[in-house]
């Protein structure tokens, strides 16, 4: 007579625990102030004995901890530990490309993404359109921050302080007939940006090229990247450019996401 395979159950058990401890410490993450054993009991459908065990093995290994003055479990510094490991291994070329490449699709247009170095942007990676007349930016490049799409996206996220001090350091040198060389002016400018969520250059950086930028943002709301959509003026008449403005700020939101940051409110 065949005899139960006792392994196949003890590693189903295993699994059923481990799905189980990944809940509780998914509920207790979504929970910031912490929940009680009854509350993860309540809403997880479990046993208090079986609750227990679980935030025991989940507080051995410091995933959770227990905060005794209110009673209450919270998320551990082991959780944290392993979050920022995949914060330290993303890549943020290989993470944007798809959505620089759908972004590209949509529009029909050039797609960039770059990050501030000192008081320049440098493009990252660049997803070229498929029409004869196009935008080529080559990674590498050094553009200005006071007028180029890309660098005036990551300045919405500066405070007067650091705009005045670039400023001073570089001044605004003028491109084109279009560049904004006073920082009053600039300043209006990027508060405008701000509330829209998307920064215009509009023949600022090179005549007949007009370009709409967003940010893209890290776990701690802050600015490190802009993916930005560019073409010449012909095909990017001023009201078009508020359209891709809006279909911009989506990608460079669905890029943080990605990235596990977070868009601040």
């Known amino acids: ?65 227990y905060d005794r003055d209110n009673s209450r479990w919270q998320i551990g ?22 959505f620089m490449r759908r972004m590209m699709e949509e529009s029909g247009e050039t797609v960039n993404l770059a990050i ?3 008081d320049d942007v440098i493009y990252m990676a660049q997803v070229e359109s498929r029409e004869m007349m196009r935008v080529y930016a080559k990674p590498g490049n050094r553009v200005p921050l006071h007028c180029s799409g890309v660098g ?41 940006c701000k509330i829209q969520g998307f920064a215009l250059d509009d023949e600022e950086h090179a005549v007949g090229l007009r370009c709409v930028a967003s940010v893209i943002y890290d776990e701690y709301s802050e600015a490190i990247a802009a993916v930005s959509v560019s ?11 508020y359209q891709l403005g809006a279909s911009v700020k989506i990608i460079a939101a669905d890029i943080t996401a990605a990235l596990g940051g977070k868009v601040p409110h």
């Not at 392994?7 to 207790?28: D, E, F």
């Open 1 to 65: 007579m065949a005899q139960p395979d006792k392994s196949n159950k003890s590693r189903t058990g295993q699994v059923q625990s481990l799905a189980r401890a990944l809940s509780v410490l998914n509920l207790i993450a979504e929970n910031a102030p912490g929940l009680n054993l009854t509350g993860i009991s309540r809403e997880l459908g479990l046993a208090p004995s079986t609750t227990h065990r679980l935030l025991t093995t989940l507080q051995e290994e410091r995933y959770v901890q």
């Open 152 to 192: 005036k996206a990551i300045m919405m996220g500066m405070g007067e302080p650091d705009i005045d001090r670039l400023a001073a350091l570089k001044g605004l040198p003028r491109l084109t007939d279009k560049t904004i060389c006073n920082v009053g002016a600039l300043k209006t400018e990027l508060s405008a």
């Open 116 to 118: 501030s170095e000192g």
């Open 231 to 241: 073409g010449p003026a012909a095909r990017i008449p001023p009201e078009r450019l």
């Open 77 to 98: 510094m082991q959780a944290f530990v392993t979050g920022n490991g995949f914060l330290s291994s993303r890549d943020l070329v290989t993470v944007a490309r798809p």
